[in-house]
């Protein structure tokens, strides 16, 4: 009896895989066995991206109708549920547009090389304590790399697409790009230098000893978040694809399954932003030792979804941004915040080296932390952004173009009638 | 097995950088070229890969391919006359055999060396290069960071509107 319930007593301990595995290194050569787990893995992840994008796009659209208050999609199959099956098919049905004068070489590449970086970043996520699929050193920094290429894609989508709109999106990207790539390293330098690797499931074993990061380092996690947001191009941010100022976008000229990828990426692409918050500031698998009963993956999984309802959130809630206030959070408010940030947690580190403390040093570290980032938040976000931002600043980006000053309206003029011609 | 998969992963990275090298000097849309360019700097990143410099390859995308080219692209986008045209240079013929001098001289260098064949086992190399940097190497890299320094405060008065400029300098004195 207890042997029949012995798979299901651990059953937290779940891994078909490992007796094939096992079985396998006796058959053949250890290369044919790395193999077969890397297509096995390739095959898990890509099933998990593919079926998350499909589910996200149900999950944003009701959530946001839930806090709009209507009702969301909710007439194909149960509470809507086969509503992305059926915009799918009707986006592939669609006849593919385009433009005549579209660098027509450039113009069917982004599609696709937007999809790329967004499907490798799920590769170095520590899924459970032994389940990573690319367990690389250079982890954290291959993620910001990734993320730098989707950037280069979107520029490509708008530049090809010979449009006014698409252009100044794409303009928009890129600027918006170069602000936030440098708090957004600054600001994941915090735990790199806390913890000592760059290796994603070094950091979450880290986390498994000593508890989350986010209570280490939280004012990175603030930086990150807000950095984060603003490179995902989601609302709060998206001025790149502002559908008031500027139609669509970088993807106006994009029609059907074209643009279906974008907008399936930018689902992924989220997903994958809170698989790193999950993973790097809330502990990935590691959940106070729950991780013990529980499958590890369930509990990844469970993290970034909950980070997932967060952007969802902010997406529902905020206004979007104006360029220069974009432009002003990035190099006022989150760099300046993110190198006080390196700062302190460098000399923390040092102390700890140096002074042979044990790891009990740790929790005055957190307190100093949380007081320093609550101080600043407050310093940054009341007292100089209430001076900064009363009144709309312009952006010069290029020279003023002078403009002859135009006669001043007269409002008598248009009601008088017309005089006879002469 | 695994010498077979990295001498094709070698040759198929050194194809694609030396071809997207040529081509960025053979087409004629500027962005083209630029973009030809990203590749290139890819290539080369797939071929650090291949010799166990992880963190260099990273650095090279994230660098190279990610801020530099950006930086370019943009360049480009605010000099439109230019963004379209990348030929008609009077100098293509001694350019070209200026490259194919250095290329020779590079690779017979290459050839004729004798190399050192390295058989330690690679560990992290992330944490060696720190280590060097701020150990042995610590004046050359901050000569480098005081050298961007004076290179971004520069860009910075150069793009300053001459009202702006006049108006901090009468705040100043």
Same mark, same amino acid.
């Given at each position: 009896?207890?042997?029949?319930?012995?798979?299901?007593? +651990?059953?937290?301990?779940?891994?078909?895989?490992?007796?094939?595995?096992?079985?396998?290194?006796?058959?053949?050569?250890?290369?044919?066995?790395?193999?077969?787990?890397?297509?096995?893995?390739?095959?898990?992840?890509?099933?998990?991206?593919?079926?998350?994008?499909?589910?996200?796009?149900?999950?944003?659209?009701?959530?946001?109708?839930?806090?709009?208050?209507?009702?969301?999609? +909710?007439?194909?199959?149960?509470?809507?549920?086969?509503?992305?099956?059926?915009?799918? @098919?009707?986006?592939?049905?669609?006849?593919?547009?385009?433009?005549?004068?579209?660098? !027509?070489?450039?113009?069917?590449?982004?599609?696709?090389?937007?999809?790329?970086?967004?499907?490798? !970043?799920?590769?170095?996520?520590?899924?459970?304590?032994?389940?990573?699929?690319?367990?690389?050193?250079?982890?954290?920094?291959?993620? $910001?790399?990734?993320?730098? @290429?989707?950037?280069?894609?979107?520029?490509?989508?708008?530049?090809?697409?010979?449009?006014?709109?698409?252009?100044?999106?794409?303009?928009?990207?890129?600027?918006?790009?170069?602000?936030?790539?440098?708090?957004?390293?600054?600001?994941?330098?915090?735990?790199?230098?806390?913890?000592?690797?760059?290796?994603?499931?070094?950091?979450?074993?880290?986390?498994?000893? +000593?508890?989350?990061?986010?209570?280490?380092?939280?004012?990175?996690?603030?930086?990150?978040?807000?950095?984060?947001?603003?490179?995902? +191009?989601?609302?709060?941010?998206?001025?790149?694809?502002?559908?008031?100022?500027?139609?669509?976008?970088?993807?106006?000229?994009?029609?059907?399954?074209?643009?279906?990828?974008?907008?399936?990426?930018?689902?992924?692409?989220?997903?994958?932003?809170?698989?790193?918050?999950? !993973?790097?500031?809330?502990?990935?698998?590691?959940?106070?030792? @729950?991780?013990?009963?529980?499958?590890?993956?369930?509990?990844?999984?469970?993290?970034?979804?909950?980070?997932?309802?967060?952007?969802?959130?902010?997406?529902?809630?905020?206004?979007?941004?104006?360029?220069?206030?974009?432009?002003?959070?990035?190099?006022?408010?989150?760099?300046?915040?993110?190198?006080?940030?390196?700062?302190?947690?460098?000399?923390?580190?040092?102390?700890?080296?140096?002074?042979?403390?044990?790891?009990?040093?740790?929790?005055?570290?957190?307190?100093?932390?949380?007081?320093?980032?609550?101080?600043?938040?407050?310093?940054?976000?009341?007292?100089?952004?209430?001076?900064?931002?009363?009144?709309?600043?312009?952006?010069?980006?290029?020279?003023?173009?002078?403009?002859?000053?135009?006669?001043?309206?007269?409002?008598?003029?248009? $009601?008088?009638?017309?005089?006879?011609?002469? | 097995?695994?010498?077979?998969?990295?001498?094709?992963?070698?040759?198929?990275?050194?194809?694609?950088?030396?071809?997207?090298?040529?081509?960025?000097?053979?087409?004629?849309?500027?962005?083209?070229?630029?973009?030809?360019?990203?590749?290139?700097?890819?290539?080369?990143?797939?071929?650090?890969?291949?010799?166990?410099?992880?963190?260099?390859?990273?650095?090279?995308?994230?660098?190279?391919?990610?801020?530099?080219?950006?930086?370019?692209?943009?360049?480009?986008?605010?000099?439109?006359?230019? %963004?379209?045209?990348?030929?008609?240079?009077?100098?293509?013929?001694?350019?070209?055999?200026?490259?194919?001098?250095?290329?020779?001289?590079?690779?017979?260098?290459?050839?004729?060396?004798?190399?050192?064949?390295?058989?330690?086992?690679?560990?992290?190399? %992330?944490?060696?290069?720190?280590?060097?940097?701020?150990?042995?190497?610590?004046?050359?890299?901050?000569?480098?960071?005081?050298?961007?320094?004076?290179?971004?405060?520069? %860009?910075?008065?150069?793009?300053?509107?001459?009202?702006?400029? %006049?108006?901090?300098?009468?705040?100043?004195?």
């Amino acid at each position: 009896m207890t042997a029949l319930l012995l798979p299901f007593l +651990n059953w937290y301990d779940f891994d078909p895989f490992r007796d094939l595995y096992n079985w396998l290194d006796k058959q053949v050569d250890p290369w044919l066995v790395y193999l077969i787990s890397g297509i096995i893995g390739c095959t898990g992840i890509l099933t998990f991206v593919g079926l998350g994008a499909l589910i996200n796009v149900w999950l944003e659209r009701r959530i946001i109708g839930r806090m709009q208050v209507r009702r969301g999609p +909710n007439r194909v199959g149960p509470w809507g549920l086969v509503q992305p099956v059926a915009d799918a @098919i009707k986006l592939i049905q669609k006849e593919v547009l385009q433009p005549d004068l579209a660098d !027509s070489r450039l113009f069917n590449l982004p599609p696709i090389l937007v999809f790329i970086p967004a499907m490798l !970043s799920f590769a170095v996520f520590a899924w459970a304590p032994d389940m990573v699929l690319a367990n690389l050193d250079v982890g954290v920094l291959y993620l $910001l790399a990734l993320s730098s @290429i989707t950037a280069l894609a979107i520029f490509i989508a708008g530049w090809s697409s010979n449009n006014k709109y698409a252009l100044l999106g794409a303009m928009r990207v890129i600027a918006m790009m170069i602000s936030y790539e440098v708090p957004m390293v600054m600001a994941l330098l915090a735990p790199v230098l806390l913890v000592g690797t760059m290796n994603v499931s070094g950091l979450v074993a880290w986390q498994a000893d +000593n508890g989350p990061l986010a209570i280490f380092v939280p004012l990175s996690l603030i930086v990150y978040i807000l950095s984060a947001t603003a490179e995902l +191009n989601r609302t709060p941010a998206d001025i790149a694809e502002a559908e008031s100022e500027i139609v669509a976008g970088y993807h106006t000229e994009y029609s059907g399954m074209k643009f279906g990828l974008f907008y399936a990426v930018e689902l992924v692409n989220s997903l994958a932003v809170s698989a790193i918050m999950a !993973s790097l500031f809330f502990g990935g698998w590691a959940l106070f030792g @729950i991780d013990d009963f529980i499958p590890a993956w369930l509990i990844f999984i469970l993290k970034i979804y909950v980070f997932y309802f967060g952007l969802i959130w902010l997406r529902g809630t905020l206004p979007r941004f104006r360029i220069d206030q974009l432009m002003g959070l990035a190099w006022k408010m989150l760099l300046p915040l993110s190198l006080i940030n390196v700062a302190v947690i460098a000399v923390e580190v040092l102390i700890w080296e140096e002074g042979d403390f044990g790891s009990w040093i740790l929790a005055p570290f957190a307190l100093i932390n949380i007081a320093l980032a609550l101080g600043l938040l407050m310093l940054f976000f009341r007292l100089i952004t209430a001076k900064l931002y009363r009144l709309p600043r312009r952006v010069i980006l290029v020279r003023d173009i002078q403009v002859p000053n135009l006669p001043a309206p007269q409002a008598a003029v248009a $009601l008088q009638p017309p005089a006879a011609t002469p | 097995m695994d010498d077979t998969a990295v001498v094709i992963a070698f040759w198929v990275m050194a194809v694609l950088t030396l071809v997207s090298a040529l081509m960025v000097a053979m087409v004629h849309d500027l962005i083209h070229a630029v973009l030809f360019l990203i590749l290139s700097f890819v290539g080369v990143a797939g071929l650090y890969v291949t010799l166990s410099a992880d963190f260099v390859a990273v650095v090279q995308v994230l660098i190279y391919a990610g801020a530099i080219s950006v930086l370019m692209l943009f360049s480009i986008l605010l000099t439109p006359r230019s %963004a379209r045209d990348n030929a008609a240079v009077s100098y293509a013929a001694p350019i070209a055999s200026l490259a194919i001098l250095v290329g020779i001289v590079l690779s017979y260098a290459a050839v004729e060396t004798n190399w050192a064949k390295n058989t330690n086992e690679f560990g992290s190399t %992330a944490r060696e290069i720190g280590n060097a940097l701020l150990d042995p190497y610590v004046l050359p890299f901050e000569v480098a960071s005081i050298l961007l320094v004076v290179a971004m405060v520069g %860009a910075i008065i150069l793009v300053r509107p001459a009202e702006e400029a %006049a108006r901090a300098d009468g705040d100043q004195a």
